[in-house]
């Protein structure tokens, strides 16, 4: 069954070092999120990707955070000067077009993110 | 904004007990609702979903969940707990009153099952 994947799945980096978060989608989706969760909270939406263009952000998803899709394949999540505050559980996700807002997404593994 | 509620943030059962998940939404226009699990050191698995076509909806593992427009509610059930259900459930929901994708989740419901 295909499968969303992240890498790296754990990182560790000192405060004020940039950060770039891949996730490989599913093959046919179309739409991608990424989503984090600091230790102990809630599952909180930070982006979402279509047609090579941000579609939604949230208000977290600041100057500091950008979103990229390199190739056909990987989709990415850049922090440009991490903070403590970012550690946290990062996950992407995708989906597909057809349902629309009823379209599930499918998340990845997570990258767990530690700042120093 | 529309947003959901799960009362209980740790739910501890006896295996081969009746699970019951809670979980309250508030929104202006019919949402679109969705549990998923999350088992230790993994990602974010659907169970299943509310899309409007039944309200009492199936999951995968023997999970259900019915959708109670009065209540504005999407329990989650199970009639008989399996040490394997032992995972982090959320509840979420989609913004259909303003057409965003972005899932909206729960904080998060911590099953237990004892033997």
């Known amino acids: 069954e295909p499968e969303v994947t992240q890498t790296p799945s754990h990182q560790v980096t000192q405060m004020g070092q940039e950060v770039i978060l891949r996730c490989v989608p599913i093959?046919?989706?179309?739409?991608f999120y990424w989503y984090r969760q600091i230790l102990g909270q809630k599952v909180e939406f930070l982006v979402s990707?279509?047609?090579?263009?941000?579609?939604?952000k949230s208000e977290i998803f600041d100057d500091q955070f950008s979103v990229e899709r390199p190739d056909g394949s990987n989709f990415t999540l850049k922090i440009r000067s991490t903070k403590l505050e970012d550690s946290a559980m990062y996950f992407c996700a995708s989906s597909s077009l057809t349902s629309g807002l009823q379209e599930t997404q499918y998340f990845g593994p997570g990258t767990r993110l530690l700042v120093l | 904004a529309q947003s959901v509620t799960q009362l209980g943030s740790h739910v501890s059962v006896s295996e081969g007990a009746l699970v019951l998940l809670r979980c309250n939404y508030s929104?202006?226009?019919?949402?679109?609702l969705f549990w998923y699990v999350q088992y230790p050191n993994q990602g974010l698995q659907l169970l299943l979903k509310y899309t409007s076509a039944a309200t009492l909806v199936k999951g995968i593992n023997g999970f259900e969940a019915e959708f109670k427009k009065s209540e504005t509610s999407f329990h989650l059930t199970k009639p008989s707990a399996h040490m394997s259900d032992a995972a982090e459930y959320f509840c979420a929901v989609t913004h259909a009153d303003t057409g965003r994708r972005a899932l909206t989740f729960g904080s998060g419901t911590r099953l237990q099952v004892q033997p």
């Open positions: 990707f279509y047609n090579n263009e941000i579609s939604e």
């Open positions: 093959s046919n989706h179309l739409y």
């Open positions: 929104s202006s226009v019919p949402p679109y």
